[in-house]
């Protein structure tokens, strides 16, 4: 039997889509029905003792805060204001609703406040550079920059930014932390010369690298008056994240089994031979751990980050509906704590897709 | 002068009082085209003697001559077949194959080069399995695409070190015949290490038993007279078969007493009785 030879990486260009792919396109056997209902049974009845619990709960938090509203009223001002104040409250008017814990329906009223939000800004966007069209060209035309929309970012935007952040900050703990880890790996002299550097960044905290980050870049950025929030943003949560990757290579390319290195040796790999076709391959697993690590720390110091960088993302979203302090701003956050939440996951899932297409039985050459 | 020389070859790991001297004095002459097995008891130090003539390590004192020449580095003139086979698992047995090929010959074309990793797969009849990884391959298998890779390097020398250990008695059977197959081809120089004093028998010319370490070394060569092609189940009625086996294991029964009746300490137990808590 005649077979040709694959030598590039056959089927594994996509090969981590066909789980997904099998996934969405369910091949049904017969008794494989019970068990399907039996398990999205659990996790449907789960979500529903989950909202159930909440609604409960924020009930209660609610009623806590109305009382306490009408029994302040009525030592205060007496019974005429007491009424008033419990009318106010039955009738739904927002400005004496308790601000407590939104229960469900809030916050998906929210959601739909934001998404609407969202088309109304977006057509305003349109309406704007439709607008400004004929004078933009004009003014490129003389070699000035055109005029953009500047008005107030729906929350759409924001996430977007979010994920810019930490995907901008994600490729720079990449860039950084693997070429360092494969070279701390690759020679013990430099792995115990950089350890006690690695030892002490390590457990700094986001708040001081962005402190850190803060001072060079603002530096560096001096007389310029564009806006570097970005910039600074997506650095900290790089420097903050990178340390697993850092680790995680450093540690894959240092132990590496031995019996490769001597089938390389008797090859008679060259250098970067060597490194790019035994050491790294071999090393990719945990590589990827480290990035799967990596980018769920990134996503969760990008909150605290961008809320002290003021860049326009979900962390300044939360804390600037905090202290608005307007009626929906509690079931905004929510809103927000969710998004964050599933988009966390998301990207853990893709990572973890990614993880298994490369990771292969450290057993199976032997 | 031989093709493959070890003179007064001394190896030992560690320093000062954590050293254990592995090998000492190693002698040992291998002829152009000869078949050489060496037999020995597991940790005895045969893989280091491997990687000594390999050049994967460096004889703490004495010289390793290859041709004349002094070893220093590992060569594509000596294939190694490792005893745990070390294919690369990310890699088909095709670009295992391959990436050898393409050390070996590193100025031909690809079309060469594929054919070559074609050729030799072939050979070792894994053709089928040749876009397969090595976790989906049996034991036998892999050691076939080791088998492959070592032989399609063109070496002009075969270093076996227990390539058939990890192997039920069957497969280990057929590819003991592969191997003399190929070999009997062209004649290639080739050094077997083994602890089957049956298989050392069986395909090579002369068998050297590995006094076991520390201190590890060779005993006196047996010489195989037996006509090959060898026929194993005739071989077993072959007078000269049995008084060679007979000789070579009771030699090796005997420094395997020796070595225990080096430790004839005799320990005193102390003289205790369990207390009785009764009275």
Redesign the interface.
Same mark, same amino acid.
């Given at each position: 039997?005649?077979?040709d030879?694959?030598?590039n990486k056959?089927g594994q260009g996509l090969a981590f889509l066909k789980p997904l792919v099998a996934k969405f396109t369910p091949k049904f056997q017969k008794g494989d029905l019970v068990p399907w209902l039996k398990k999205s049974g659990i996790t449907l009845l789960s979500i529903l003792l989950f909202l159930g619990l909440w609604h409960m709960g924020s009930k209660a938090l609610y009623n806590i805060e109305a009382n306490y509203k009408i029994e302040k009223a009525l030592t205060e001002q007496g019974q005429v204001a007491a009424d008033a104040e419990r009318d106010c409250i039955a009738s739904g008017e927002s400005s004496c609703q308790p601000n407590t814990l939104p229960s469900p329906t809030q916050v998906w009223a929210s959601l739909q406040t934001l998404i609407a939000d969202h088309k109304v800004i977006n057509a305003d966007k349109a309406a704007f550079n439709q607008k400004m069209a004929a004078t933009n060209a004009k003014l490129v035309a003389k070699g000035k920059n055109a005029i953009v929309y500047t008005g107030r970012a729906s929350f759409v935007d924001i996430v977007l930014t979010s994920i810019k952040t930490v995907f901008a900050g994600f490729l720079l703990a990449l860039l950084i932390a693997v070429p360092i880890g494969v070279v701390i790996g690759l020679s013990p002299s430099l792995r115990s010369a950089f350890n006690w550097f690695i030892q002490i960044f390590k457990p700094v905290s986001p708040v001081v690298w962005y402190l850190l980050v803060f001072m060079i870049v603002k530096t560096l950025y001096i007389g310029d008056s564009s806006d570097n929030a970005f910039v600074i943003s997506f650095i900290s949560v790089g420097l903050c994240a990178m340390w697993a990757t850092l680790v995680n290579t450093a540690m894959g390319v240092s132990s590496v089994d031995k019996?490769?290195i001597?089938?390389a040796?008797?090859?008679?790999?060259g250098t970067f031979?060597k490194i790019f076709?035994?050491i790294l391959?071999?090393s990719?697993p945990l590589i990827f751990t480290g990035l799967r690590i990596t980018l769920s720390v990134a996503w969760m110091v990008l909150i605290a980050i961008e809320l002290l960088a003021q860049s326009q993302g979900l962390g300044l979203f939360v804390w600037e509906e905090f202290q608005n302090g307007a009626n929906d701003s509690n079931a905004k956050i929510i809103v927000a704590m969710f998004v964050i939440g599933i988009i966390g996951f998301l990207l853990d899932r893709i990572m973890l897709s990614v993880q298994n297409m490369v990771s292969?039985?450290?057993n199976?050459?032997? | 002068m031989a093709y493959l020389e070890l003179n007064n070859v001394y190896k030992s790991y560690g320093e000062g009082d954590n050293r254990t001297d592995v090998l000492s004095n190693i002698n040992l002459s291998i002829e152009e085209g000869e078949f050489v097995a060496i037999v020995g008891f597991t940790g005895s130090g045969k893989t280091t003697l491997v990687n000594l003539i +390999?050049?994967?390590l460096k004889p703490t004192s004495g010289e390793v001559l290859f041709k004349g020449e002094p070893v220093v580095?590992?060569?594509?003139e000596r294939?190694?077949i490792?005893q745990?086979?070390?294919?690369?698992?990310?890699?088909?047995v095709?670009?295992n194959v391959?990436?050898?090929v393409k050390?070996?010959f590193p100025k031909e074309k690809k079309a060469f080069l594929?054919k070559r990793?074609?050729d030799y797969v072939g050979m070792v009849s894994l053709?089928?399995a040749? +876009?397969k990884?090595?976790?989906e391959l049996s034991g036998g298998m892999?050691q076939r695409v080791a088998v492959a890779r070592a032989l399609a390097?063109n070496p002009e020398m075969i270093i076996m070190d227990e390539p058939l250990g990890a192997l039920d008695a069957l497969t280990r059977g057929n590819l003991q015949d592969e191997i003399l197959n190929i070999w009997s081809q062209d004649k290639r120089t080739a050094l077997l290490i083994t602890n089957d004093v049956d298989e050392g028998i069986y395909m090579a010319d002369r068998i050297i038993p590995l006094k076991p370490g520390p201190n590890a070394t060779l005993g006196p060569e047996f010489k195989i007279d037996i006509e090959r092609p060898r026929d194993k189940t005739a071989m077993n009625d072959n007078p000269n078969f049995k008084k060679t086996r007979n000789a070579i294991i009771e030699y090796l029964m005997d420094i395997g007493e020796a070595r225990k009746s080096v430790s004839n300490e005799i320990y005193e137990l102390p003289d205790i009785a369990p207390k009785s808590f009764v009275a």
């Open positions: 039997m005649e077979q030879i694959t030598l056959e019996d490769y001597n089938v040796k008797v090859l008679k790999l031979q076709k035994v391959p071999s990719l292969f039985n450290k199976e050459g032997v | +390999n050049g994967l580095d590992t060569s594509h294939g190694v490792f745990n086979y070390s294919l690369l698992p990310w890699l088909t095709g670009q391959y990436m050898a050390e070996a594929m990793v074609k053709t089928p040749i +876009n990884r090595p976790k892999r390097m």
